[in-house]
């Protein structure tokens, strides 16, 4: 089936870097989306992206969707405490409304 | 105003017991969701449901059944439990056709 590997896995940064992730796919994806899931909650959605090439931004977050269709970027500047949780990136094909995630990068900021 | 939500929180039960869970969204979608998220937090799509279209991945065990009294409820019913069902279940809607899905607070099922 469709696999989507999202890196790093985990990450622990100062207070105030930037933070790049990535999540690649073995397969062609129409849309990919970003969530955020904080301990004990459910994934809360950050940024859709639906056409190649695109760069969306949501605050200090910016998202793209590969020229190549199979990959996509989430950039967050800037990091702050409140940025800790788990990024998941998920992606869908043509196959229906079933969405794949990735495994998650684990995001942690040191005041 | 919560949009997504699930009951229990937490369910802990015995092997063996059968159990339900709950979820509602009051958003106005018509396509609902159940994901599972095990320990390493991997989450994969159990069941994709509208009212037209039941859509199951094909992993999931028949021990696992959605039931959806309307359009704002989708409930997960699961037989005879086992060890390996422990994980957090997350319960989502979307509009049909549409991406973007939002997600209930999760219930954590441990199965002892």
């Known amino acids: 089936g469709q696999q989507l590997n999202q890196s790093p896995q985990s990450m622990f940064i100062q207070e105030g870097e930037d933070v790049s992730m990535n999540c690649t796919s073995s397969?062609?994806?129409?849309?990919w989306l970003w969530y955020k899931q904080d301990p004990g909650e459910g994934p809360v959605l950050l940024i859709a992206l639906y056409k190649a090439g695109e760069l969306t931004s949501n605050g200090r977050l910016t998202a793209q969707f590969g020229i190549t269709r199979k990959d996509s970027f989430l950039n967050i500047s800037a990091s702050i405490p409140s940025d800790v949780g788990i990024y998941f990136c998920?992606?869908?094909?043509?196959?229906?409304?079933?969405?794949?995630f990735g495994g998650g990068t684990r995001l942690m900021v040191k005041p | 105003d919560t949009a997504v939500s699930q009951t229990p929180k937490y369910l802990v039960t015995q092997m063996g017991n059968d159990k339900s869970i709950k979820c509602e969204q009051n958003?106005?979608?018509?396509?609902m969701y159940w994901y599972k998220q095990d320990s390493k937090k991997f989450l994969k799509i159990m069941f994709s449901y509208n009212n037209k279209e039941l859509i199951i991945n094909e992993t999931v065990p028949n021990r696992f059944s959605p039931k959806s009294p309307d359009k704002a409820h989708l409930n997960l019913h699961i037989n005879s439990l086992e060890l390996g069902d422990s994980a957090v279940y997350f319960c989502a809607s979307s509009r049909r056709g549409i991406n973007e899905q939002f997600f209930g607070p999760g219930t954590r099922l441990t199965v002892l």
């Open positions: 998920a992606g869908r094909n043509n196959a229906g409304n079933m969405l794949t």
């Open positions: 397969s062609i994806f129409n849309t």
């Open positions: 958003l106005g979608h018509d396509t």
